[in-house]
């Protein structure tokens, strides 16, 4: 479970949380007048991506579009630009983190709201892992707003969505307001405009829900994104042990991974979530990879040791 929540160094801003999507949202703005305002926009950008991308609603979007596999089906801006995003990441992560794990997802019991999949009353009974059939068989046209989805291949974009949500969010209530804004979903945070000195604050651990009153670490950012994907938060037992929603594609399992918690800054909140998730399901190598690619992180293992990427700073609270 995406494992952050924030504070804002300049104590004069303005700030709300609310529950959503089973986890937590978190909204700053740097000026008080901006926070009505900037919360209406928040949930309206909200409520469109839940439309377009939720795999839990019968109504939404790409479950319409599923019922009609191998037909070429026009997509709305918003599923238009959350499907562009998930297969961007995919082919940047070398489909670590792939958009076609859904039957997988399902497979071990992630088939509801996680709420839902922890008050089952006994354990699901798994039908065995399913491999990712690749996200390279979506024929997508980005600039047509066409996609053509093969049959036998599902969709699961709650990898992507949430933090593309905090990314348009955080640029949204920038551009209208003119100020300085942090949303943050789950473990996504997405910063926008110009903020208070000398930055957000943001406090860091395993879950979100805890770590701002218990910080493993806490950070500073200016712009950008912050994620941290983890596997302590949603759990549920199935008949063939405790599963996590994390998946390695190239499995249809959980990774078999050293890592428990990474916490990846980036340009955007998609970006570090992408890398975050992808550094758990590939294991050992993360930290190589990590470093190649510039991106500054925080990797704490099973057993509780912590390793520090690419100018990730040392410290209880310091500027990353």
Not at 19 to 26: D, F, L, N, R, V
Not at 144 to 152: D, E, K, N, S
Not at 216 to 241: E, F, H, K, Q, Y
Not at 254 to 283: Q, Y
Request: negative net charge; proline residues 7%.
């Amino acid at each position: 479970m995406e494992a952050i929540r924030t504070s804002p160094a300049d104590r004069q801003a303005t700030r709300v949380d609310f529950e959503i999507w089973s986890t937590t949202a978190t909204l700053v703005v740097t000026d008080a007048r901006d926070l009505d305002r900037a919360r209406a926009e928040l949930d309206a950008e909200l409520a469109a991506m839940d439309l377009a991308c939720s795999r839990f609603r019968p109504d939404s979007e790409i479950n319409r579009l599923l019922r009609t596999p191998g037909v070429e089906v026009e997509l709305s801006p918003v599923l238009n630009d959350a499907l562009t995003a998930a297969l961007r990441l995919a082919r940047a992560t070398d489909h670590l983190v792939d958009p076609t794990v859904a039957a997988a997802v399902i497979a071990l019991g992630y088939d509801r709201d996680i709420r839902q999949v922890r008050d089952r009353e006994l354990p699901f009974v798994t039908c065995g892992p399913l491999a990712a059939p690749g996200a390279w068989l979506v024929d997508h046209d980005r600039e047509a707003h066409t996609v053509t989805v093969p049959v036998g291949v599902g969709l699961d974009l709650g990898a992507t969505a949430k933090p593309l949500a905090a990314d348009r969010a955080a640029a949204r209530i920038a551009a209208v307001t003119g100020g300085g804004v942090l949303v943050g979903l789950g473990g996504d945070i997405a910063v926008a405009g110009e903020p208070a000195e000398p930055g957000w604050t943001i406090a860091v651990g395993d879950d979100h829900r805890t770590s701002e009153t218990r910080p493993d670490v806490t950070v500073t950012i200016r712009d950008g994104g912050l994620a941290t994907s983890s596997v302590m938060g949603r759990r549920w037992p199935t008949s063939r042990g405790e599963r996590h929603h994390l998946i390695d594609p190239r499995t249809g399992d959980n990774p078999d991974s050293p890592w428990r918690t990474v916490s990846v800054t980036a340009r955007s909140a998609a970006e570090a979530n992408a890398a975050a998730t992808a550094a758990i399901i590939l294991g050992d190598r993360a930290p190589a990879w990590l470093a190649e690619l510039g991106l500054p992180a925080r990797l704490v293992a099973l057993d509780g040791e912590t390793r520090r990427i690419a100018g990730w700073p040392a410290g209880p609270a310091v500027a990353a």
